[in-house]
């Protein structure tokens, strides 16, 4: 298989992941078959994506006439097997869990034909361990997309043990296709290389929090403002080299025995998951939401994303 022959891709999984890879494949004028076991989520497919594309058109990322002809290539399947019928390239994002995960990757081997690639978008569990039993394991890979996968551009490809060199390749052309960038993990370590550094840096800021150094609001300020605003620009170990390795090593050696280092889940943490307070999902996390805040929130943040993206592609053409 090439990758000019993939001309139908679907999406098993139709929630904050699945409908926004679903749009990534449709805006670059793939043919999208889709399906989610719950039908209210597919039936809302078509809104939740319409009411991305009207942000990207508010925010000039996209033009009015590109809303329907998007729309208009993204099918709601009935069944599993009905979507995933003739199609070169399938990506499931189901729920983070690995039976489940493992099933659905058997019964995509018996669905699919022999050239097809199955991926999985699991934030965890490498492809060796959720796909590693089939037969056709060589055509099964993880690519592990960001939030919101529509504007994100990093994808995190990471073949597992028995992947061919030609399904790896063959995906990371596909995501160039789209407008993504696949960054090639070359271990399958547990959460792979950016789940890894954003969940170290989230137990020292859920820590601070815990410990009332600052408020959330000035926690998410500083961050912000200062190694985030960096970060959009450098990574991390330019932003060393610019700071100077000497000094980075002298605080690194001071703070290190100072930070938390332990693998208790943080008390303000389990409380809210206690209470059902799962952030924006259920209108309380560590802020209060309304569904109007949420909403104008979402926008305001895909519009930065997206002027940031703009600002960055002139950055990347220049150097
Ligand atoms: N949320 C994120 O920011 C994020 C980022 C990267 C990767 N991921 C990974 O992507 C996957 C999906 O995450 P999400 O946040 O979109 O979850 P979600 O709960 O929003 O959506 C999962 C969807 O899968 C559907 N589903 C469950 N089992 C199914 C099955 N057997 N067949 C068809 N549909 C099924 C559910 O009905 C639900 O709509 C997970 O593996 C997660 O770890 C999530």
Known sequence: MTVESIQTVAVIGLGTMGHGIAQAFAQAK?????????ATVSHSLHQRVRGNLHQMVDAGAIHQEDVQATLDRIVVCQSEAS????????????????????ELFLRLEALTSPGT????NSSMFPISQSAGELKAADRAILTHWFNPP????VVEVVPGKKTAESTTDITCQLLRTIGKHPVRIHQEIPGFLVNRVQIAMLREVWDLLEQGVASAEDIDEAIRGSMGLRLASLGPLQISDFAGLDICCKVYEQLITELRSDTQLHSILQERIDRGEYGTKTGR????????????QQAQRDQCYLALIQALSHQNKES
């Open 30 to 38: 793939f043919q999208v078959r889709c399906f989610d076991s719950i």
């Open 83 to 102: 979507a995933v019928d003739n199609v070169q390239f399938v990506t499931e994002a189901i729920a983070e869990d690995l039976l489940a995960k493992q």
């Open 117 to 120: 690639i199955v991926a999985s």
């Open 150 to 153: 529509y504007i994100i551009p």
């Open 285 to 296: 996390g560590i802020y209060t939401y309304t569904p109007e805040s949420i909403e104008h």
